[in-house]
Structure formats: structure tokens, C-alpha cells
């Protein structure tokens, strides 16, 4: 879930630390959708869309 959520929102593979972030947030029941508006308040997304 994580990897293909990475490839979608940042349109790249996660880094280690990214990761392991996102894989805690879905054990504590994030869902995807949760993961995926977080990903998009990143600067890495921000600066992606400008």
C-alpha cells in the first residue's frame, strides 16, 4: 500500500525512512485515503505541482 501509494501521489519509490513512517501510520489504522491527503500537504508534492 505504501510503495504504490508513493508512486502515485510523489511519482517515485519510497525512501527508507518515508517508509517506514507511512507503514506505522497504516498499523495505527491510517487508511489509504489518510495516507495519500498526507502525502499531498508535503512540500515534496506542493513543489511537484507548481
Known sequence: ??????QE???REPDP???RFYLA???E??????IKNHMRQS???RS???
Open 29 to 34: 489504522g491510517w487508511t489509504f485515503e489518510q
Open 43 to 45: 512540500d515534496e508534492y
Open 1 to 6: 500500500m505504501v510503495k504504490l501509494t508513493y
Open 17 to 19: 525512512t518515508g517508509e
Open 9 to 11: 501521489v510523489l511519482d
Open 48 to 50: 511537484k505541482r507548481k
Open 25 to 27: 501510520r497504516a498499523r
